[in-house]
């Protein structure tokens, strides 16, 4: 049982150390149940996770199943950054689920193979770097929506916009430096208007 094991150090010290805990459990074979609350650090240490809300397991399962595809509302929120977008089913089939949010001014696709009963109430995930960011409408996507960048944050490898849509909705989307979109010699700035938009693969509905 590790408690908290790596929170008195610095950042730089505290990812080479998780790595040599990965090495040892792997060279002993042992099962290591490890505390923590920093995501990161249950992301990058663990096989599986568990989740717990008020001493109630909400979720269990790999890093990349609870990340990807949280089952309920506390586990996408709890687990890294996210969009939730309110909104309601107003058509499904195909793999294919229509929902109007009124937040996004229209109508998200959403590839899932669930089906929700027309006219009941989901939540619309998104994570931030599953958002594309530009300052030309993309021509012929789904999932588009305008807004105006109201904040910015620069962190060398990847950039942190914070977005602000016509209904007054904020939207966090990150986008990897190293690929974010150049149009006309520089990319999106603080109060530029700019485009958001996203796969329908991106689109995580949530029920719960």
């Not at 944050?153 to 690929?179: P, T, W």
Request: with cysteine.
């Amino acid at each position: 049982l590790l408690d908290e094991p790596l929170g008195a150090l610095d950042k730089k010290l505290r990812e080479h150390t998780q790595f040599e805990l990965m090495n040892i459990q792997d060279r002993t074979g042992i099962t290591f149940i490890v505390v923590t609350h920093d995501q990161e650090e249950a992301m990058t240490l663990s096989s599986r996770i568990a989740v717990m809300d008020r001493g109630v397991i909400r979720q269990v399962g790999t890093p990349n199943e609870i990340y990807e595809f949280p089952s309920n509302r506390f586990v996408a929120d709890f687990i890294g950054s996210i969009n939730q977008f309110e909104g309601e089913v107003i058509r499904t089939g195909g793999g294919m689920t229509d929902v109007s949010c009124p937040v996004l001014s229209g109508t998200v696709k959403a590839a899932t193979d669930a089906t929700p009963e027309r006219g009941s109430k989901v939540t619309v995930a998104v994570r931030p770097e599953k958002i594309t960011i530009t300052r030309k409408a993309p021509s012929g996507g789904v999932n588009v929506v305008r807004g105006t960048v109201r904040d910015l944050g620069y962190f060398g490898k990847d950039s942190l916009y914070r977005v602000k849509l016509e209904s007054g909705h904020l939207v966090l989307v990150n986008s990897v430096n190293a690929r974010r979109i150049d149009e006309g010699g520089r990319v999106a700035q603080w109060e530029d208007e700019v485009w958001l938009s996203f796969e329908p693969s991106s689109a995580i509905l949530l029920t719960d």
